[in-house]
């Protein structure tokens, strides 16, 4: 076996204003990531609009749907836009994380990364914000519980901005432990360490300004992975923002391309002991599109190695 792949080319019709930082050419920058690993494509379907209910409800996505201009761009918040392909492509964003989450239990891989924008973790129930209209990433964690009939499944995030929506969506779900590393202070300003979920199963770690990866090893040996540990997950799913990098543009952190592979390394290591290798990982930020490229690579190359 090796690692799938879920992309389409709709997600590239998700356009944004010109110079907004969450752009087409991101996924460019991860296909240059892939290029030359071993892996199975696949298209990322639509998502099932009963998929998406686990998390939003129907009155929401009618308005997401509602928002689609004709022409030019239609402004959610501050910084999330939609244009005429924006619901389609989320829309295959959140299908490519079901699809993944189906092949993955169903033994097709051990694991696989889903290659599709806009990214999702910051949708909370009913608002759209940080550039995301739909939760994908906490819908993947509801289809694994309630339509595969897992006990229990991990979300670890380390994109550099919070998961608030992730948080929001899983806040009362005592099957899911929701772990996430994210610099304090930032956007969209939660994440503290004192907001534990409705279960006690949400694992929160500021990480300081100008830290960089010792600090972050540190962290998460110290608190996220034997909370996973503890945990037992059937399954873990990664959020996988890159704008932790030191070169991107939206935030602070110092990490390195080779941080991205220790922890991932570390996580497929967890999955092994765990839930027999089961990873699904998500593409969420990442703003530079060089450094975008190499931590993909260096990301997914892991999960190409452990996966076969």
């Not at 534990?196 to 990866?213: D, E, I, K, T």
Request: proline share 6%; net charge negative; aromatic share 6%.
């Amino acid at each position: 076996m090796t690692t799938l792949v879920y992309s389409h080319p709709d997600c590239l019709d998700h356009r944004e204003p010109p110079g907004h930082p969450e752009q087409a050419a991101r996924l460019l920058a991860v296909e240059r990531g892939l290029a030359g690993l071993d892996l199975e494509r696949r298209e990322a379907p639509l998502a099932d609009v009963t998929d998406v209910l686990r998390c939003h409800p129907a009155q929401y996505v009618a308005r997401v749907e509602r928002a689609v201009p004709q022409q030019g761009w239609a402004q959610l918040d501050g910084d999330t836009y939609m244009a005429p392909g924006s619901c389609q492509a989320a829309l295959r964003a959140v299908g490519g994380v079901c699809a993944a989450v189906d092949a993955v239990i169903g033994a097709q891989a051990r694991n696989a990364f889903v290659a599709c924008r806009p990214p999702g973790h910051h949708a909370e129930r009913e608002t759209a914000m940080g550039f995301c209209l739909f939760g994908s990433v906490a819908i993947g964690a509801k289809r694994a519980l309630d339509h595969h009939g897992l006990a229990r499944v991990a979300v670890v995030d380390f994109d550099v901005h919070h998961g608030n929506g992730t948080q929001d969506l899983l806040w009362d779900e005592p099957r899911c432990l929701f772990a996430s590393s994210q610099q304090m202070p930032l956007y969209p300003g939660s994440g503290f360490a004192d907001e534990r979920g409705a279960h006690g199963q949400m694992v929160n770690v500021p990480l300081r300004g100008g830290s960089g990866g010792a600090e972050m090893h540190a962290a998460y040996q110290r608190e996220v992975f034997p909370r996973l540990t503890a945990f037992q997950p059937e399954l873990i799913l990664i959020s996988a923002g890159f704008d932790a990098h030191a070169d991107d543009p939206l935030a602070g952190l110092m990490w390195r391309t080779a941080d991205f592979a220790w922890l991932t390394e570390q996580l497929c290591d967890l999955a092994d002991a765990l839930c027999g290798g089961r990873v699904v990982s998500a593409l969420e930020g990442g703003y530079d599109l060089d450094a975008l490229a190499a931590s993909v690579a260096a990301h997914v190359g892991v999960l190409q190695r452990r996966g076969q």
